[in-house]
């Protein structure tokens, strides 16, 4: 009977340990599978990209995590299953050894290398191409295919038809079955690329970085090189080529011995395929039957089955309009999804019906029936949303994001309703145009246009509304004035390197000029007079030019939107901008040399977005007061706060980082998390003087960083700006080098969002709030570094509330005693719960005795560094810090093996039983000095 009990006992407190293991290794299996799931999203994220893939080291990683969660699984169905002393004991061990498994898989799992890496077959992706309708088309590609399979030299292809017949089309299937067995490149000619152009779009095909002197003789050296050497037999697809050029002059081998290189061109122009040496190897590519044709209209239409019968037959003669041209079938059948009405119908049937003036090659013809979809669009906002996307370069991709911003810049979106309202009403109309097949998905963030669409466009613009578009045509000069027309609405010329200089005393005259785009010019200087007749101007893009001056004419620009002079490193002087007061936009990202700074801006009362960086302050926060006093509706800025005795554009965060990519820099240094890439409200104040006077905040603010501050006469960062108190929206704070700052926080702030907090090198800090409690309660990452006053981290507050705390790292802070106050006995100590935190590390602190006299649990601790804390070594003064952990998962614990082996057999099955346990392990191994922390 004794023994039935004995072994009943026995059996529950192994039953109870069980259990309790098992709980733990869910959870552990529980955090691993979430690394599992960031691993897989960041891979997928990465592998979006061309030319990139998994290491081999991840890949293993993944394989087995398989294996190791079908373990875990097996050994949870058998723990349901379990029963006796024996099989529990058995499950004992396998969990043990489960869970030493999983904590060392999860210790890898952190890969220094990055998880994928750039693979040059790898950007050999398969376009994604839907069915094309067409017998003429799949003999056309048997014929490409049998002429490189039957022929062992190269030689060249030519593919030959007018635009929008389907030249690309074709070539992208044949690239598609080639893929695998052939060495592939393909690139995007146009009709504006000239010899260093298309030698620059060649080495990127191939992945070679050219050198970027001018001698195109030696790039073509280089690259003929990189030819020589690749093993594959290899075809260059160059789509839409506009003129004959010399493959050697690029550097492309020809016909040489050992060197097989296929050329398969598209162009227009048949001269071009005679004298680019495809000879008997052309393919005249044909329009489709009117049966084929009649098939794809019906596929890209969807709604044609729910059309009447006289709908369906007036359908087919629409279809017939199309002249069998794929493009303009695609085109005007899906301008006419969702249309149910025989009216509408017939009259687009006339529309289409109408001939044109003045049009009768087949290429205007193929013009005027893609005209007929935008005329489809029914929208004029559309139209001009459509229109504005000729004022890139042709051929390039256009950023979704970037054109959007135009499209609200110019007003175009209306000015009601918040920035991010009208960015999602802008991605509304994209996605629109999209739908309409008059803009192309070039990647997830990027749009391109046709290049036929693209002639219809500024077919469109020729007339009206006016347009006069040059961009990235290679122009040496600018445009004589005769040429600027007074009916010109929108202009561009950006991307014409070569464009030094605008002639003296230049002033067109063009009264209803709204767009004017002059960047990425290399002029260094604009008469004058060249504003004087441009009153209605809404954009000037001046971005990245040579500029040293803006003319005092912008100053009267009273109708002026947008002022765009990012990356004009030698600007020295702008004339004030008080006048312009519908100024929504001013971007002077990118180091400007301005010598007085920008006047009248502080008046600007409809500011948007504003990117000021450096702003010349000279210790007066005047100027800055007053713009965040009065610019009500401020939604997006990043300023550079500094002072003349303090410039240093070395020192600045914004060195070379457009706005794009500013977050990224920030991510990078730690000062913002992954998680608000798309914070757009920054502020970064460097060697400024704080007196006595007080500073604004935006409310909105939602990154702070200060640097090199020297403060008189105020002890708190909320003395300084009082309006911090009312940032609801602060997610980072990073405060380095600031002399006269005792606190952060005085009394009660509501920081229910700030995420992380850093403090380096505050010679004079005592405490991070003053007196009070703050809310803390989204900190992610608290850094206190070389804080030489710094006593105590967190005072006593029994209502700590850190849950989702990960990293806590304090170092070289000479006087810091405690981590967490207790409560100098007058309370019992609670139980302080750190349920996220990860990583604490805690170096270079000669006084610190103590992290807390209670009990810390921590359920995810994965590393654990304590250096040069000799007085944390003292056995009387040892803290206990409970989690789920073995030794195998922290970078610092207990050497003493000794120590471990007894804990583990003494395992706590609770909270409240581990003071106890941990008190008799310690008596039983009688050492004088042992770990920091125990677990």
């Known amino acids: 009977m004794a023994e039935g009990l004995l072994s009943k006992t026995l059996g529950s407190l192994n039953d109870s340990i069980v259990v309790q293991k098992l709980k733990i290794l869910k959870e552990k299996m529980k955090r691993l599978t979430a690394r599992k799931d960031d691993i897989c999203a960041e891979c997928n994220q990465a592998e979006l990209q061309v030319g990139k893939r998994k290491r081999l080291e991840v890949v293993d990683w993944l394989d087995t995590y398989k294996l190791k969660r079908s373990k875990f699984e097996s050994i949870v169905d058998e723990c349901q299953k379990s029963r006796g002393f024996v099989t529990n004991m058995q499950l004992n061990d396998r969990i043990n050894v489960m869970t030493k498994e999983v904590d060392d898989l999860f210790e890898v799992s952190h890969f220094l290398n990055g998880l994928v890496l750039d693979d040059p077959k790898a950007k050999e992706v398969a376009f994604n191409l839907e069915p094309f309708y067409g017998e003429l088309f799949q003999k056309n590609v048997r014929m490409i ?8 030299l190269a030689y060249s292809i030519g593919v030959l038809g007018m635009g929008g017949i389907g030249k690309t089309t074709l070539m992208k299937n044949i690239y598609n079955h080639l893929l695998g067995d052939w060495r592939v490149i393909w690139v995007t000619v146009s009709s504006d690329c000239n010899l260093y152009m298309l030698q620059e779009k060649v080495a990127k095909a191939i992945d070679v970085k050219l050198s970027s002197e001018a001698d195109t003789d030696k790039r073509a050296s280089e690259l003929h090189h990189s030819f020589v050497m690749m093993k594959k037999n290899v075809v260059l697809f160059l789509d839409d080529v506009w003129e004959k050029f010399q493959l050697s002059s690029i550097g492309i081998p020809n016909k040489e011995k050992g060197c097989k290189i296929n050329i398969i061109l598209s162009t227009r122009k048949e001269d071009v395929c005679r004298m680019m040496g495809c000879k008997n190897y052309v393919i005249r590519v044909q329009v489709l039957s009117e049966h084929e044709a009649w098939d794809l209209f019906k596929n890209k239409l969807e709604t044609y089955d729910d059309l009447c019968f006289e709908g369906q037959e007036i359908a087919k003669l629409v279809a017939k309009e199309c002249a069998c041209l794929p493009l303009a079938t695609i085109v005007i059948a899906r301008s006419m999804i969702g249309v149910f009405d025989v009216l509408v119908w017939k009259n687009a049937l006339a529309e289409l019906k109408n001939p044109s003036r003045g049009h009768e090659d087949m290429d205007e013809k193929v013009l005027q029936k893609l005209k007929f979809s935008y005329d489809r669009l029914n929208n004029e906002l559309l139209k001009q949303c459509f229109l504005s996307c000729v004022l890139y370069p042709e051929d390039s991709p256009i950023y979704n ?57 500024i077919s469109i613009t020729n007339c009206g509304p006016r347009f006069l578009v040059k961009s990235g045509k290679q122009l040496r000069e600018v445009l004589e004035e005769g040429l600027w027309s007074r009916d010109l609405v929108k202009v561009s010329l950006s991307a014409n390197y070569d464009i030094t200089v605008i002639p003296y005393g230049m002033a067109p005259r063009t009264p209803i000029l709204t767009v004017l785009k002059l960047s990425h010019l290399s002029i260094t200087k ?46 020295t ?28 801006m502080e008046g600007l009362e409809k500011l948007e977005k504003v990117a000021y960086c450096p702003w010349i302050i000279n210790n007066d926060m005047t100027g800055f007061n007053r713009l965040i006093q009065r610019s009500h509706q401020l939604s997006c800025y990043r300023f550079w706060l500094t002072s003349h005795d303090h410039f240093d554009l070395n020192e600045s965060p914004f060195n070379g980082i457009s706005w794009l990519s500013f977050e990224e820099y920030l991510q990078s240094e ?27 905040l935006p409310t909105s603010i939602e990154v702070l960083i200060i640097k090199k501050v020297n403060i008189k006469g105020k002890r708190a960062l909320t003395d300084i700006f009082p309006s911090l108190v009312g940032a609801l929206k602060l997610e980072s704070i990073d405060i380095t080098q600031c002399i006269g700052l005792e606190y952060i926080f005085t009394g009660t702030q509501q920081l229910d969002v700030l995420e992380i907090l850093k403090l380096t090198e505050l010679s004079d800090l005592t405490r991070i709030v003053e007196f009070g409690s703050c809310s803390f309660f989204q900190l992610v990452v608290l850094e206190i570094i070389k804080c030489p006053k710094l006593k105590v981290v967190f005072p006593f507050n029994k209502h700590w509330n850190l849950p989702n705390l990960r990293i806590l790292e304090v170092g070289n802070c000479d006087l810091l005693e405690r981590i967490f106050e207790s409560n100098n006995g007058t309370l019992p100590n609670l139980v302080l719960s750190l349920p996220r935190l990860e990583e604490l590390y ?17 359920d995810y601790l994965q590393e654990l560094e304590i250096d040069e804390c000799p007085e944390l070594r003292v056995l009387n003064d040892i803290k206990h810090i409970i989690c789920p952990a073995s030794p195998s998962t922290l970078a610092s614990i207990s050497k003493d093996a000794e120590f471990w082996e007894i804990f583990q057999q003494y395992e706590p099955l609770n909270v409240t039983q581990i003071s106890y346990k941990i008190n008799q392990i310690l008596e039983y191994v009688r050492c004088e000095v042992i770990a920091d922390i125990v677990f």
């Open 145 to 152: 295919l049998e002429w490189l399979d039957d022929h062992p």
């Open 401 to 457: 994001k970037s054109l959007i911003e135009y499209w609200i810049m110019e007003g175009m979106l209306d000015d009601k309703g918040s920035r991010l309202e009208k960015m999602y009403k802008g991605y509304d109309l994209l996605e629109k145009l999209k739908n309409a097949c008059l803009l192309e998905s070039f990647t997830n963030e990027c749009v391109k246009m046709h290049d036929v669409v693209r002639d219809m466009a």
């Open 526 to 571: 604009i008469p004058e007079p060249f504003f004087d007749h441009m009153r209605a101007l809404k954009i000037l893009d001046l971005s990245y030019s040579r500029i040293k001056r803006v003319p005092e004419g912008v100053s009267k620009l009273e109708n002026l939107r947008a002022l765009l002079l990012d990356g004009c490193k030698e600007l």
């Open 573 to 600: 002087y702008l004339p004030s901008l008080e006048k312009l007061t519908n100024l929504r936009v001013l971007d002077l990202d990118y180091y400007s040399k301005l010598e007085e700074g920008v006047r009248g």
């Open 670 to 696: 730690g000062i913002l998390s992954m998680e608000y890439l798309e914070s757009e409200r920054i502020l970064y104040i460097t060697g400024v003087e704080f007196g006595e006077e007080t500073s604004l």
């Open 842 to 858: 805690l170096d270079c602190l000669p006084k610190l005795h103590c992290i807390y006299e209670g009990l810390i649990v921590c």
